[in-house]
Structures are given as structure tokens and as C-alpha cells.
């Protein structure tokens, strides 16, 4: 297995489950220092355990990326304990599904503060470092959701603001070395695509069935796909890529 990210350290938000732990997985594998975020503390812990066994370096904080507080404090923590902090993957996220008629404040403000304004707080802290050191790379995770999607205001919104907020921090931080990209999964089997399918009232095989007959490669994805996209953003090689969402989604989206 490569090692392109050996003395890399990789911070990722929300990355005990799912896709973010398929992106933890697989930055460890290739040689990064790893640190999780996540409010999930019995995912952390089982992801923490695994990931130790497995021979990998590991920083875990159970904190909530809508907590300015929990993101500096764990920011601080991971680089006083590996000396860099030179990727950061913005992956947290919720879903409060419903249409606009029905969706509560509750419901619209839970969704923009873990993924809008959590992405916000941590990529401001992470710069903190990066521009010191002159080398970073943030990648957020957006969504085709953001072109627009029925019962999806809240999280449509938000995945959309994290197209701005790319392209403007790309802007901002690209004379000091970091660059800043974002990957947009198409459908992907994971625990929120299981709870989209139990609140349609849907066994999972068939919504995943009828899902993918509309998908131009014919098949769903997988964690293993979307962490595919966010290494080559995160990889040194690709330093003149910066401002770009990319969809992953297996077909085109405009």
C-alpha cells in the first residue's frame, strides 16, 4: 500500500461511520496521522479501537463541529500531538428530512449549524495552521442534493452553501499554499440513505434498487468511492486544483 500521506496529518469531521469513516480508513492506510471529531462516542470509540489495532496513529475527541468551542479545542489538541494539521475533510452531517410546510426551525437550524456553520468553524481553525505553514488542504463534503431536492430544503441549502463557501476560501487561502475542493456524492449506502428509506417507509434493497435504475453506471456507491475523490483532492499532486466541486455520483450533473 502507498504512503503519500506519510507525516500528514488528516482531521475529519464526523468520520466514525460511513463515508467519513472510509475516508479515515483509507488516509490512514497511506501513511496520515489521524483525528476524528464525532458525536457519536460509541462509534468513536469503535472506530478508535480498530483503527489502533490495525497499527494506526489516532486522535479522537467526542464534540459537536456546531460547538466553536469542541473544533479549536480539538484543533489545538491534534497539533500539539502530531506538529501539523495539513488536511482537513469536512464530512459532518444530519439529515432532518420534510417538506418546507412541515420542516420546524429545529429541523432547518440543526442541518445548517452541523454542516454549514460546523464546516465554517473548522476550516477557520484549521487555516489557523495551514497559512503558518504555508500548505493545506480542505475538502468539504457537499451533495447533489445541491441542486435542489424534494423534502431537502435545510440540507439542499446547506450543501449549496458549501459550494460558496469552497470556491471563496479557495480564493482567500490560495496564496499561502492551501487549496480548497469540494466532493458532491451522488447516492451513497450509508446510515442516512437507510433512514431516507425508513422515513419513505421503503425496505432498504428496494429503494437502493429503484435508485440505482436511474443511475448511468448502474450501480449505487459506496463510502470507498467518495474517499477515492477526497485523497486526490488531498494529495500533494494536486496543488493547481483548488475552488472545484467535484460530482461523484455515478453519472453527470450540471
Sequence with gaps: ???????????????????????????????ANVAIIDVNEEALEGAASELREAGYSVYTKVGSVANREDVELAMKEVYEMFGSIDILVNNAGVIRDNLVFKMTDEDWLTVMN??????????????????????????NLSSTSALGNRGQANYSTAKAGLQGLTKTLAIELGRYGVTVNAVAPGFIETDMTKATAERMGVPFDQFVEFTTKAIPVGRSGKPEDIANAVLFFADEKSSFVSGQIIYVA?????
Design 114 to 139: 452541523v454542516h454549514l456553520t460546523g464546516a465554517f468553524y473548522a476550516s477557520r481553525a484549521a487555516q489557523a495552521y495551514m497559512t503558518k505553514q504555508n500548505y493545506g488542504r480542505i475538502i
Design 1 to 31: 500500500m502507498g504512503q503519500r500521506f506519510e507525516g500528514k496529518t488528516a482531521f475529519v469531521t464526523g468520520g466514525s461511520r460511513g463515508i467519513g469513516r472510509a475516508i479515515v480508513e483509507q488516509f490512514a492506510q497511506e501513511g
Design 250 to 254: 455515478g453519472g453527470p450533473r450540471t
